[in-house]
């Protein structure tokens, strides 16, 4: 029987494919797989069952609301998301006074204040942040929000340069569809969240003071995977030496 295109989806959003499930119990009168043996979702069909392959070989369908089942949590790794960054110094003039005019840090000269924007990005890290970084402000109930546990921002030394980073902790595969729409909410939070305010606060040097923003108004500017990036610098985008 189909059931409500709406509910599959969110099933399918829930249980992707090589999640791995243990059975608890399986109401099937004839044969059931046993209690306790685990398996792979293969696909969850239109009626929001999920088709498994059991480690027993079997291949019978589980029916949620009707078997009972766990998921195994799948261990946590870490995604980096690329983001060029835009460093503006204001130097001392020799009177010891702020210039009026910044100057714009290509990303190799920026790699000199590093520790200084790790540690400026480290402070505005908030108490109720612990758990869940950023995500905590992530609204929506889906496949996203389950499967990215936390996501901070920092900066990286990538080859040759100094890179904006949003650092996630991930708990399974994100479809294309989620990681486009995890670098929306990454884009949001560095354009108008957490960025907003972060691109408005001084870093004190030696040299003067910084301002540093991840997020950039340039149509060059987007979110990348490290693939998306090494890719980028085979076509003869960004330059990373």
Known sequence: MRQN?????????????GTRIRLTEMRDPYAPVPSGTEGTVDFVDDAGQLQMQWD?????????????FSVIPQPLQTLKLYMPLTVRSYERNEYGDMDDDPIELDGRTALSYEDHILAALLKERRPEEAERGLMKYYGADDGVNNKVRSYVFTVERCQGQLMGVAECRVQGDLTAEELDRLKETIIGQAADGFGEGFEQRPIKTEDGELYVSLWSSDQSWSVMTRDELEQGQRMG?????
């Open 5 to 17: 295109p709406e509910w599959v989806k969110f099933m399918k959003e829930q249980y992707p494919p």
């Open 56 to 68: 027993n070989g079997r291949t019978l369908a589980l029916i949620p609301g009707e078997d009972r």
């Open 237 to 241: 985008g960004m330059t990373l030496e």
